[in-house]
């Protein structure tokens, strides 16, 4: 009798996984250590100084700042409407570095957005490092 009860079971599918389940493997860290080598710790790292460094001079030299944007803004208005005429050579600029500037096809913040989802890892240890130095500085 028990093994006509099993033969006539439907055997249920899989269920898909949630939204949860997904969110725990993605944040699995044992998963991004193993994926981790040491080219890409080393950029982490790199970044995450970067962004100390750079909340730290932001929260200490906040004035300086605000003054540098207010200026940068009215030369920007400025040029915008004709007062001024700004003329950036970067064949020049490329010379003197010794750089070469790849041509974008596009929007430049799609370009950016690319970078970042590509760079998901060097973003967020940019992000900690920066919050770590404003709440440091």
Known sequence: ?????????????????????????????????????????????VYFGVGVLLGF????????????AITVAAVVALHYVGFLDITVHMDRVEAWFGITMPS????LSFHLMEWVKSHVNL???????????????
């Open 1 to 45: 009798m028990y093994n006509e009860l099993l033969t006539d079971v439907d055997v249920i599918p899989a269920q898909q996984a949630g939204l949860m389940d997904t969110m725990k493997e993605y944040l699995n860290p044992s998963k991004w250590m193993a994926s981790l080598d040491k080219q890409k710790m080393i950029e982490m790292g």
């Open 104 to 107: 974008l096809q596009g929007d």
């Open 57 to 68: 001079l932001m929260k200490k030299y906040a004035n300086f700042l605000i003054a540098a």
């Open 123 to 137: 973003v967020v240890s940019f992000v900690i490092g920066f919050l770590i130095g404003l709440k440091v500085g």
